[in-house]
């Protein structure tokens, strides 16, 4: 539906060029028709950009939470994680009560992911979770929070965005009764 609707304002953005260089009479390969081109398209694209761009990401959201899982960010900020790096690597993540299963994609394509890496959590400390800062906002998704996660080998920083998701994904990790993944049920 999304495509649907974005290809019909592509086919609307040209009809709209096509209009308005007929009416100041210019020909239609000319300059005039090329700037008013861009015009359109910055005017009518941009926000059909964005719209498109949440829908579909609020779409995506939902259908992996249906499913325990999240689109996120995640690095090694102190000791070893098997396949991960101290560099962010955006991916997918499946939660399960003390782990998390993480598979990188490729090139932040939702389609290419390498194999999953599970990370056996330990505890999770959400207390502040903070903003994401700098450069981190290329790699993460912006307006993400980093909540860090501690295995047995490592300290992990995960990136979630919509902050909203963070009570959400927490539960799943830690578990329905609320106790911290590595600690007994009271």
């Not at 005017?43 to 964005?50: E, I, S």
């Not at 990401?57 to 939470?65: D, F, P, Q, W």
């Not at 993400?144 to 965005?161: D, P």
Request: overall charge positive; proline content about 6%; charged content about 20%.
């Amino acid at each position: 539906m999304v495509l649907v609707c974005a290809l019909l304002a592509f086919a609307l953005t040209l009809v709209l060029v096509r209009g308005v260089a007929r009416v100041f009479g210019a020909p239609e390969d000319g300059g005039l028709t090329v700037a008013l081109t861009a015009v359109v398209i910055v005017l009518v694209g941009a926000p059909l950009n964005v719209w498109v761009g949440t829908a579909v990401t609020r779409r995506v959201g939902e259908r992996l939470a249906a499913g325990d899982r999240l689109e996120c960010g995640v690095r090694v900020v102190d000791g070893h994680q098997d396949g991960l790096t101290r560099r962010w690597r955006p991916g997918v993540a499946t939660l399960h009560p003390g782990r998390v299963d993480f598979a990188h994609t490729v090139g932040g394509l939702r389609f290419l992911r390498r194999r999953p890496v599970t990370v056996a959590v330990r505890s999770v400390d959400a207390a502040l979770p903070r903003e994401v800062r700098g450069a981190e906002v290329l790699l993460v998704a912006p307006g993400a929070r980093v909540v860090q996660l501690r295995t047995s080998s490592a300290v992990l920083e995960w990136a979630i965005a919509p902050a909203e998701r963070i009570p959400w994904a927490l539960e799943r990790v830690q578990g329905t009764d609320g106790s911290s993944p590595g600690e007994p049920a009271t």
